[in-house]
């Protein structure tokens, strides 16, 4: 089991960076794929990015690509989702997930842990 805590949100200009922060309790962080989701209101859950076990494999969804980047330090039990030119339209409160499983499906469904989120707003 593990218990994620989501951090870095905040009010932000069109055009600007945010780094959120995805840290994990447990001992058997290395051992879970990592995602990060977005939920606007009124929306369904959307899914941004995913990060394997190592590191060494990640996915994005078209809508982020070449502006976010996701990474994770093991040893920080840690992961971090760098977001760089930031639009009014990524406002939503973001999300990091884990699964034993990695996917680029994009279901939420596929992450059996869940951080409470963290509150991004990108101001036009």
């Known amino acids: 089991q593990v218990q994620l805590v989501e951090s870095g949100g905040g009010l932000v200009r069109a055009g600007g960076s945010l780094r959120l922060s995805c840290e994990a309790s447990?001992?058997?962080?290395?051992?879970?794929?990592i995602g990060w989701f977005r939920q606007a209101p009124g929306k369904e859950r959307e899914f941004v990015a995913t990060i394997s076990r190592s590191g060494g494999v990640r996915y994005y969804a078209d809508s982020v690509k070449g502006r976010f980047t996701i990474s994770r330090d093991n040893a920080e039990n840690t992961v971090f989702l760098q977001m760089n030119t930031l639009k009014p339209e990524d406002t939503a409160v973001y999300y990091c997930a884990a699964s034993k499983l990695f996917t680029t499906r994009g279901y939420p469904d596929d992450y059996a842990y869940w951080g409470p989120g963290t509150q991004v707003t990108v101001s036009s």
């Open positions: 447990g001992r058997t962080f290395s051992t879970y794929n």
